[in-house]
């Protein structure tokens, strides 16, 4: 039985290791398996791996928040593909007139004459990269496959797609979503206020607009272009803004006075100056502090899936066989404060989006960190099941260390455990030896079976008057002892007449009844002895008296 419950403790703790070590592996699985393209790692040349040779230009320059986004999914993308990236920024953000672009051409164009550079793949970031690219494409790239991303304008991405081993990602920003959100959290505001600039970027999302209120003709809007007003003016047209007003943030990044804002300072601009006036981000890149959030178009994703698409032509896939992508790429994102300053619950925002600054919740709190979570939970469930085991083993254990086989009783053990116990601390105590009366010739007449089904019939009528004071074991045959504690010390005479009136009912074995006697002697500490250890042997000493007075008696050691 022992053995039994090893194998099923052992079975448990195999199994469940198992499965944690299942859902270790699993994630680091799924890491060497990016989309559904399997990569190679480049070209062979004689032996040598030869890496992939990138140029990426990008329209702005790396602190712009678009960039870092952009290159992040970009190379999450390519993978484990083996390459090299050179990347070229434009900084059109301050350097975009005529002899700007031409500059940067003449800088390009020495670069790779010097550098004698030949490319395998250009990646192309925002509208001003495209377009250089594609006007100096067969001077500079030749052939060479491009990938663009970012591309405000569509009618600009259709058109460069439609060229010759050319694809790429429009930037299509998620008018309808946002609408649908706006009219639901908001549904007392009916004008929206359109925030642009005179950038490029900022014209081709303006024109995408236009074209997303075609098919919303109840809508109402306007136009607040930043590059036409002061900054004095630009203050008062916010300030002047009220409770029926929306903001659709598209681009900020200048004024009529020819200050350059950064995402930071132009969204602290419009926090200082715009007063219980909502504002819903259009891109990522303006989800910043201060900013309510919104359905973003996700520069990091739309990177990500340029890259793959990158990964495809290099391992010999025609760009022209992918189609462009002008669908929207967008992630759900907000702020706690302005959540909390517009009283807006996260039950009513979409599922899955991302809370910067959240109140702390459970069930998004499990959602993100479900993988870690659910193992934590397996090792608890583990340790949990190796305990109640465990304890269910040692009660065993323990039930079968201090408990007689046959009578089920305590046994010797126990008894002698709580001898030492109340001897080590002098407690006072009283100790009956127990023996029944010819049980040899029990065994003899009616044999071994029956003899153990008295042992077990004594037993149970010694448990029916036991007692957190009074207990009975058996030490061995035919022999009990009784332990007597409290303030039951002082009815120690009582007890055995007790016993002597509980035993004298006849047993019945097999339709058979047997006749029981019992032999008692006891004695008690303190008061027959000063030695507890010696409590045993005074007891002894008064059931032998009994004994070789005729049996079926007691005595007290006193009454000796």
Same mark, same amino acid.
């Given at each position: 039985?022992?053995?039994?419950?090893?194998?099923?403790?052992?079975?448990?703790?195999?199994?469940? /290791?198992?499965?944690?070590?299942?859902?270790?592996?699993?994630?680091?699985?799924?890491?060497?398996?990016?989309?559904?393209?399997?990569?190679? @790692?480049?070209?062979?040349? #004689?032996?040598?791996?030869?890496?992939?040779?990138?140029? /990426?230009?990008?329209?702005?320059?790396?602190?712009?928040?678009?960039?870092?986004?952009?290159? +992040?999914?970009?190379?999450?993308?390519?993978?484990?593909?083996?390459?090299?990236?050179?990347? *070229?920024?434009?900084?059109?953000?301050?350097?975009? *007139?005529?002899?700007?672009?031409?500059?940067?051409?003449?800088?390009?164009?020495?670069?790779?004459?010097?550098?004698?550079?030949?490319?395998?793949?250009?990646?192309?970031?925002?509208?001003?990269?495209?377009?250089?690219?594609?006007?100096?494409?067969?001077?500079?790239?030749?052939?060479?496959?491009?990938?663009?991303?970012?591309?405000?304008?569509?009618?600009?991405?259709?058109?460069?797609?439609?060229? +010759?081993?050319?694809?790429?990602?429009?930037?299509?920003?998620?008018?309808?979503?946002?609408?649908?959100?706006?009219?639901?959290?908001?549904?007392?505001?009916?004008?929206?206020?359109?925030?642009?600039?005179?950038?490029?970027?900022?014209?081709? +999302?303006?024109?995408?607009?236009?074209?997303?209120?075609?098919?919303?003709?109840?809508?109402?809007?306007?136009?607040?272009?930043?590059?036409?007003?002061?900054?004095?003016?630009?203050?008062?047209?916010?300030?002047?803004?009220?409770?029926?007003?929306?903001?659709?943030?598209?681009?900020?990044?200048?004024?009529?006075?020819?200050?350059?804002?950064?995402?930071?300072?132009?969204?602290?601009?419009?926090?200082?100056?715009?007063?219980?006036?909502?504002?819903?981000?259009?891109?990522? %890149?303006?989800?910043?502090?201060?900013?309510?959030?919104?359905?973003?178009?996700?520069?990091?994703?739309?990177? *990500?899936?340029?890259?793959?698409?990158?990964?495809?032509?290099?391992?010999?896939?025609?760009?022209?066989?992918?189609?462009?992508?002008?669908?929207?790429?967008?992630?759900?994102?907000?702020?706690?404060?302005?959540?909390?300053?517009?009283?807006? #619950?996260?039950?009513?925002?979409?599922?899955?989006?991302?809370?910067?600054?959240?109140?702390?919740?459970?069930?998004?709190?499990?959602?993100?960190?479900?993988?870690?979570?659910?193992?934590?939970?397996?090792?608890?469930?583990?340790?949990?099941?190796?305990?109640?085991?465990? %304890?269910?083993?040692?009660?065993?254990?323990?039930?079968?260390?201090?408990?007689?086989?046959?009578?089920?009783?305590?046994?010797?053990?126990?008894?002698?455990?709580?001898?030492?116990?109340?001897?080590?601390?002098?407690?006072?105590?009283?100790?009956?030896?127990?023996?029944?009366?010819?049980?040899?010739?029990?065994?003899?007449?009616?044999?071994?079976?029956?003899?153990?089904?008295?042992?077990?019939?004594?037993?149970?009528?010694?448990?029916?008057?036991?007692?957190?004071?009074?207990?009975?074991?058996?030490?061995?045959?035919?022999?009990?002892?009784?332990?007597?504690?409290?303030?039951?010390?002082?009815?120690?005479?009582?007890?055995?007449?007790?016993?002597?009136?509980?035993?004298?009912?006849?047993?019945?074995?097999?339709?058979?009844?047997?006749?029981?006697?019992?032999?008692?002697?006891?004695?008690?500490?303190?008061?027959?002895?000063?030695?507890?250890?010696?409590?045993?042997?005074?007891?002894?000493?008064?059931?032998?008296?009994?004994?070789?007075?005729?049996? @079926?008696?007691?005595?007290?050691?006193?009454?000796?």
């Amino acid at each position: 039985m022992n053995n039994k419950k090893k194998g099923i403790f052992m079975s448990v703790v195999i199994t469940c /290791c198992l499965v944690i070590a299942c859902l270790l592996i699993a994630p680091f699985n799924k890491a060497y398996n990016i989309g559904n393209h399997a990569y190679v @790692n480049a070209t062979e040349v #004689s032996g040598t791996i030869v890496p992939y040779n990138i140029l /990426c230009i990008c329209s702005y320059n790396y602190s712009y928040a678009t960039v870092p986004q952009h290159i +992040e999914g970009l190379e999450q993308g390519l993978g484990n593909l083996s390459y090299e990236i050179t990347y *070229e920024n434009m900084d059109a953000k301050r350097f975009y *007139e005529a002899q700007d672009i031409e500059k940067f051409h003449d800088y390009l164009a020495y670069k790779m004459e010097k550098s004698n550079a030949s490319y395998d793949l250009i990646f192309l970031i925002d509208d001003t990269a495209l377009r250089f690219a594609i006007n100096y494409r067969d001077e500079l790239f030749g052939n060479t496959p491009i990938v663009f991303m970012g591309i405000n304008s569509v009618s600009d991405a259709t058109t460069s797609a439609a060229l +010759e081993n050319v694809t790429g990602i429009a930037e299509t920003l998620d008018f309808e979503s946002n609408y649908t959100l706006m009219k639901s959290l908001f549904p007392d505001r009916n004008e929206i206020v359109v925030l642009c600039d005179g950038t490029n970027t900022s014209a081709g +999302e303006y024109v995408e607009f236009l074209k997303f209120t075609e098919d919303h003709p109840e809508i109402t809007y306007t136009v607040l272009n930043t590059s036409y007003y002061t900054n004095k003016g630009l203050r008062r047209a916010l300030s002047e803004l009220d409770e029926d007003d929306i903001i659709y943030y598209l681009d900020f990044s200048q004024d009529g006075d020819g200050n350059i804002y950064t995402l930071k300072s132009a969204a602290s601009f419009i926090d200082e100056n715009v007063t219980n006036v909502p504002v819903i981000s259009l891109s990522m %890149a303006n989800c910043i502090d201060n900013i309510f959030g919104g359905i973003s178009y996700s520069y990091t994703q739309a990177g *990500e899936i340029a890259g793959k698409m990158a990964g495809k032509i290099l391992n010999g896939v025609d760009a022209d066989n992918i189609p462009l992508v002008n669908e929207t790429i967008s992630e759900a994102y907000f702020y706690q404060d302005s959540l909390d300053e517009f009283n807006i #619950s996260a039950s009513k925002l979409p599922k899955d989006c991302t809370i910067a600054n959240e109140h702390f919740n459970i069930v998004r709190y499990y959602k993100e960190n479900a993988l870690i979570l659910n193992l934590i939970m397996l090792v608890i469930i583990l340790l949990f099941v190796i305990i109640v085991i465990q %304890a269910r083993f040692n009660r065993q254990h323990e039930k079968m260390l201090n408990n007689d086989y046959l009578t089920k009783i305590p046994n010797r053990h126990y008894i002698n455990q709580k001898l030492e116990q109340l001897s080590s601390t002098y407690t006072p105590y009283g100790l009956a030896m127990i023996d029944i009366d010819h049980f040899k010739e029990i065994n003899d007449s009616y044999g071994h079976i029956a003899g153990d089904e008295v042992l077990k019939e004594v037993s149970n009528r010694f448990s029916s008057i036991a007692t957190k004071n009074i207990t009975f074991s058996r030490i061995g045959g035919d022999e009990f002892m009784m332990l007597i504690t409290g303030n039951e010390i002082d009815n120690a005479d009582t007890i055995c007449q007790h016993i002597r009136k509980m035993i004298k009912y006849p047993i019945t074995v097999e339709g058979k009844n047997i006749q029981v006697t019992l032999s008692i002697g006891c004695a008690l500490y303190p008061s027959d002895i000063n030695d507890p250890t010696q409590v045993m042997s005074l007891a002894d000493k008064a059931l032998y008296y009994v004994k070789e007075n005729g049996r @079926n008696n007691y005595k007290l050691f006193s009454d000796l």
